[in-house]
């Protein structure tokens, strides 16, 4: 199985921060990476597909880079709904893992 | 409005059993891979399955930890999935979601039920 490792595990930032998440995949894994956004008590949701193909409606302060096995992801200016916890996933070849998750909060 | 809603979830028994459905609405069912991806309490997200389209034969696949206990299924014509859920352990509580399988995202999940909770207690 392709193991996803994730850091920090939280952080603590400010509104208008930059702030930047990084994923590491244990084996190539081309651009099959994709990142969500989750809020306490909802679903996650799509932010990126494809290491840096932002999904329809999310905001350009999202970017995400990388190919092979390290990728990141950076939010340019951090606005207040951005504090949520964010998890990569790889879906280059089953079984599909994520990583572990970073809580970003204030 | 491209929709999923999840229901069946509740309180089972260890070695009880539980059928998840998930209602899709708004896109054309049959053409994507769906899968099941569940959250144990305050715990990350794992991969439960996968079931694709008839022009891969609807074959499944499943996560090593439930092969053999869940068995995923759809219905194109009701635009419906299932997760059959068997010999139900105490680490199987967690809320699962129905995801779909975005067509042009390489494969990532573009859309999300809202979660159904399963709680596997005696």
């Known amino acids: 199985d392709i193991q996803m490792t994730q850091s920090p595990s939280s952080l603590s930032a400010s509104v208008g921060d930059r702030v930047t998440i990084t994923c590491r995949a244990s084996?190539?894994?081309?651009?099959?990476l994709n990142w969500y956004q989750q809020k306490p008590g909802k679903a996650p949701k799509l932010l990126i597909y494809?290491?840096?193909n932002l999904q329809s409606g999310v905001p350009l302060r999202f970017r995400g880079s990388g190919s092979g096995t390290d990728f990141t992801l950076t939010i340019s200016s951090l606005q207040p709904e951005d504090f949520a916890t964010y998890y990569c996933?790889?879906?280059?070849?089953?079984?599909?893992?994520f990583g572990g998750g970073t809580r970003v909060e204030i | 409005e491209v929709q999923l809603v999840d229901s069946g979830g509740g309180l089972v028994q260890p070695g009880g059993s539980l059928r998840l459905s998930c209602a899709a609405s708004?896109?054309?069912?049959?053409?994507?891979?769906m899968d099941w991806v569940r959250q144990a309490p305050g715990k990350g997200l794992e991969w439960v399955g996968r079931?694709?389209?008839?022009?891969?034969?609807?074959?499944?696949e499943h996560a090593a930890s439930v092969k053999g206990r869940f068995t995923i299924s759809r219905d194109d014509s009701q635009r419906s999935l299932s997760l059959q859920m068997n010999s139900l352990k105490t680490e199987d509580t967690a809320v699962y979601y129905c995801?779909?399988?975005?067509?042009?995202?390489?494969?990532?999940?573009?859309?999300w039920g809202q979660g159904t909770m399963v709680t596997v207690s005696s």
């Open positions: 995801v779909r399988v975005g067509p042009y995202s390489q494969d990532a999940f573009d859309i």
């Open positions: 708004g896109f054309t069912f049959s053409d994507h891979y």
């Open positions: 079931s694709r389209k008839k022009g891969k034969s609807y074959t499944t």
């Open positions: 084996q190539s894994i081309s651009t099959f």
């Open positions: 494809a290491a840096s």
């Open positions: 996933q790889q879906s280059d070849r089953t079984p599909l893992t």
